[in-house]
Structures are given as C-alpha cells and as structure tokens.
C-alpha cells in the first residue's frame, strides 16, 4: 500500500472565528491555481492513484477534487477520520478496510498530517517534518499500523509547481 499525503493548499482568510467558519473556507484563487500545477507535478512523480480521500472542510476537500483531477477522477472520499483534531486510530482503521487499494492520495490538514506520517514511520505520535501547504509526501507500507512505514519521498510545493510546469497534459 502507497500513502500520498497531501496538505490543503491555501485557503481564503478567515473573515469570521468559530470552526463552522473555518470548515467553510474554500481555496483561494491563488491557491486553486497552484495546487493544479502541483498536483500535475504529483502524478510526474506517482502515475497513478486509486483512491483520493480527503477531511471534510471544504478547503481540503477542493484540493482533492483537483489532485483527482489530474488522475482523471474528481470523485473524492469524505473521511471524518482526516478532518483536524481527529485520533488517529479511526483513519488507520479507515486504512486497513482499504489496504488492497493500491496508492490513496489523502488530503487533510497540519499538525494532523505530520503527526500521522511520525507515527506510521516511528511508531510514535510526534512529527518528524512538518507539510507546507500543498506539499507532500509518499509513504510505503505494507500494513496500516504504527511504525510500518517507509518514506520515499517528501516534497514542497513549489516543487511540485515545477515539475507539473513540464507536464502540460
């Protein structure tokens, strides 16, 4: 099984506090614009994904509407178990139910990510990187459980802009 973990990428400001507020927030244009050249710079470096999940909070849920996009799905997985301030044993019991998947792009938020990649590399809940908005990484395992991982490889956004720069298809 092949973990891509992506990170949102940026949202419209906050214009009111309060968690309904933020669940609302949708991608800025700039970010809309940027995550389509990165996640063509995603699928440069993973030609394929057979499952894209992401958190509920419409900000995440458009950047994986748009990583599908260049995998030629728009159909995104809403899991309550990515969404922030979630355990991680619910998306790890998520996982196991889907581990014949093949590689699943999920889409989600920091410290929760970082967080989740430290425990499946570790084995402990601690982040060993943190994820920039719209970056990302791809993780090897062969069972959804703390400490199974492997990590291939860790990328920046702007990294990804720019081998999705060279892939105009």
Not at 69 to 74: D, H, I, R, V
Not at 101 to 126: D, F, K
Not at 134 to 160: F, I, N
Request: glycine share 12%; hydrophobic share 40%; proline share 5%.
């Amino acid at each position: 099984m092949n973990l891509l973990l992506v990170r949102h990428a940026i949202a419209e400001d906050a214009r009111n506090p309060g968690r309904d507020a933020d669940a609302r927030r949708a991608l800025s244009r700039e970010g809309r614009r940027r995550m389509k050249q990165g996640a063509r710079g995603l699928r440069v470096l993973v030609p394929a994904v057979n499952l894209v999940a992401s958190s509920p909070l419409k900000r995440a849920v458009e950047t994986a509407r748009l990583v599908g996009g260049a995998y030629g799905t728009e159909v995104v997985e809403e899991v309550d178990a990515l969404a922030p301030g979630a355990g991680p044993e619910p998306l790890l019991t998520w996982l196991r139910g889907h581990r014949r998947a093949g590689t699943i792009a999920l889409v989600g938020h920091e410290p929760y990510l970082s967080s989740l990649a430290g425990l499946l590399l570790t084995g402990r809940r601690s982040s060993v990187f943190n994820f920039k908005k719209g970056g990302a990484c791809l993780l090897e395992l062969d069972e959804p459980r703390p400490g199974s991982a492997r990590l291939d490889w860790l990328v920046t956004a702007r990294t990804l802009r720019e081998l999705g720069a060279g892939d105009a298809s």
